[in-house]
């Protein structure tokens, strides 16, 4: 054990707090890029701030791929875009549809090949071989990979960038064209860079607090 050195804010706790939710509430989903390029050093602090996140028995069951190169960038789209129009036009429920409908959301995902960088986050089902190529235990690697993906957006609003948290279903194309081993399963394709000029985001709210928190 090593001594907590408590992280001084300048502010009352509440005023603190106030002023993080108010630089927060800004942050929206993205879907309209700006090509402008983002430096990759930027990328590794974000990566850096998403891997400080708490993970079960600190096993850091995550891996933070970063796509730059164009190439790859287009093949991602058209295997997302596959599976996008198997969503929108077979898979989706009418209720599922309908829900999405103030999004705007559908199976054109442009952005994948116009964003500067793609993250693609992965969470691994077991930890990476050792020496005897022998792989240890994870713990709550759903839990903890969520855990980090909330610091890598917050990180990426702190840079002044913005993000997509795009889920396409089944993701299993993102390891066959990243390479990646089996242990580690694909969890969220990631967008990154500036917002475009001409950039609109859905007219959304958020659920008041008496509606998402339970005093007792």
């Not at 089902?125 to 994870?138: I, N, S, T, W, Y």
């Amino acid at each position: 054990m090593i001594p907590y050195h408590a992280v001084d804010p300048g502010l009352p706790s509440d005023a603190a707090a106030r002023r993080f939710y108010e630089f927060m509430k800004q942050r929206r989903n993205v879907r309209m890029f700006s090509d402008r390029p983002v430096p990759f050093e930027t990328i590794e602090w974000i990566i850096r701030a998403a891997g400080s996140a708490p993970s079960g028995a600190n096993k850091q069951p995550w891996r933070f791929v970063v796509v730059g190169d164009p190439g790859v960038k287009k093949q991602i789209r058209e295997a997302a875009e596959a599976e996008e129009r198997e969503f929108y036009h077979r898979r989706a429920t009418p209720q599922w549809l309908k829900d999405l409908a103030p999004l705007g959301t559908d199976e054109n995902k442009g952005y994948l090949e116009v964003a500067p960088w793609l993250i693609v986050m992965f969470r691994l089902a077991k930890d990476d071989p050792d020496e005897h190529a022998e792989h240890g235990q994870v713990y709550y690697p759903v839990e903890s990979a969520g855990i980090a993906a909330g610091f890598l957006l917050a990180a990426v609003h702190h840079a002044g960038l913005v993000a997509l948290t795009h889920t396409p279903s089944p993701m299993g194309f993102l390891s066959k064209l990243l390479g990646r081993p089996d242990h580690e399963r694909p969890f969220l394709l990631i967008p990154v860079g500036y917002p475009a000029e001409n950039c609109v985001v859905p007219d959304i709210t958020r659920k008041p607090l008496d509606k998402i928190m339970v005093r007792v």
